[in-house]
């Protein structure tokens, strides 16, 4: 190569070539300095994700709300259908009741209802023995909206008749007339207003096997006569009964004489010759409490045979308050009888009462109740001998359902004449 052009080589080719590499390669680390770092990518990125699921969720959120929307849409439909068929079945109802003439107006079947109550006892002491005590068929009938029927038809110790333990009887069977809402009439055989358990005595709204003596020996449970009685009943609790019916006619001699209990006549053929008159106040204006006192006169309890008038009041008042678990029961009823012949034997004076705590509590199987009771009466307490009976009862009820009911109790009895005893019973009842 000639010297100049080495020089012009070396003066202007070279430092050309020289820029032009150094330019080429400067590109490629500019662009480099302009990106973002790895850390500066994985924040972007982390970044974007979180962006994403949060709309995701809100996407799902939305998702969900209009399920919802559409479920309660649909459950909102079927209330609406099932109203409207209630609606339909109501109107066409109401058709049928104004075809047949009125809301009483129904087939007789419609208007006719059956119930009854049933209880048997097993009795382990002085004697054992199973039986059948009471079996009750309830019918009743509604002729219109202001008159109805009822009647009740019971079988004691299961078998009746000639030479038989038990007997057929009929406890109820009166017309019963509204005279107004708070006021009712009936005319007929029904049961006395008296005592806890005479109106009221199926076997799952007591305790004890057995009922208790003294609404049996002083108060004749249960006792139905035959006459016409007024009801009426206030907005304040109160209730009154009147009633005047057929009378006792209690035994003159032998060892029954003057005994109440002897003197049913269950309205069949009964000697009408003297009457009786009933009138009881009650207040029920509190929950669980049932309070009333009752009076009865009774125009002669021999019914003309005697040549003196055997007139008779009786006097019984009770309580039974319930609150929560806890209940009690009290009684007391005393008849004073008149006349020479009852005075004679003691028995112008008889009386009793008793007292009974409870404690009821629910369990899965059902409610279970725990009872105390002592009962005392005297049917002649105007002898000076001391001829008081006194009983002390204890057991347990078990309720399977609120209708059926199983028993157990001991009863510590210890009369005036003196043959103590103790008996343990079982029980099973229901009613409908």
Do not use: C
């Amino acid at each position: 190569m000639s010297q100049p052009l080495h020089t012009f080589t070396k003066l202007v080719i070279r430092p050309l070539v020289i820029l032009g590499f150094a330019s080429i390669a400067a590109v490629p680390l500019v662009r480099a300095a302009e990106l973002p770092s790895p850390e500066q990518m994985w924040a972007m990125i982390q970044k974007q994700q979180a962006q994403i699921a949060a709309l995701t969720e809100r996407v799902e959120a939305a998702e969900a709300r209009t399920s919802q929307a559409q479920q309660q849409l649909v459950a909102t439909s079927a209330r609406v259908q099932a109203t409207d068929d209630k609606v339909e079945a109501t109107s066409a109802y109401v058709e049928t009741l104004a075809d047949r003439g009125g809301a009483s107006g129904g087939a007789w079947y419609d208007r006719t209802s059956l119930g009854g109550y049933g209880e048997m006892h097993m009795n382990f002491g002085g004697g054992n023995e199973i039986d059948f005590h009471r079996w009750v068929l309830f019918v009743a009938h509604e002729f219109n909206d202001r008159i109805r029927m009822f009647s009740e038809i019971e079988l004691e110790h299961s078998l009746a008749g000639d030479g038989k333990p038990g007997e057929v009887e009929l406890e109820q069977a009166f017309v019963e007339f509204d005279l107004s809402e708070s006021s009712l009439a009936r005319a007929g055989l029904f049961l006395v207003p008296v005592g806890l358990i005479n109106e009221t005595h199926e076997p799952a709204t007591f305790y004890g096997v057995e009922r208790n003596r003294v609404e049996n020996q002083i108060i004749p449970t249960t006792w139905w006569e035959g006459g016409v009685s007024l009801s009426q009943q206030t907005d304040a609790g109160f209730s009154f009964d009147y009633a005047m019916h057929s009378g006792l006619n209690v035994p003159t001699t032998g060892s029954n004489a003057y005994r109440i209990r002897s003197g049913r006549q269950k309205v069949a053929e009964a000697a009408f010759d003297a009457g009786a008159a009933t009138v009881r106040a009650r207040y029920t204006g509190i929950p669980g409490l049932d309070v009333a006192v009752t009076a009865q006169y009774q125009q002669d309890m021999a019914q003309g045979t005697l040549s003196e008038s055997i007139d008779a009041l009786l006097l019984a008042l009770h309580a039974d308050w319930r609150a929560g678990p806890w209940g009690v029961r009290a009684l007391y009823a005393r008849w004073d009888i008149n006349g020479a012949a009852p005075a004679a034997l003691g028995r112008d004076e008889q009386y009793g009462f008793y007292i009974e705590p409870s404690y009821r509590f629910a369990t899965s199987l059902g409610d279970v109740g725990i009872f105390g009771r002592f009962s005392s009466y005297d049917r002649e307490a105007g002898a000076g001998a001391n001829s008081v009976d006194d009983y002390f009862d204890i057991g347990v009820n078990w309720w399977p359902h609120e209708a059926v009911v199983l028993k157990a109790d001991v009863q510590f009895a210890k009369p005036a004449n003196g043959n103590d005893d103790e008996t343990v019973n079982l029980g099973v009842g229901y009613h409908f």
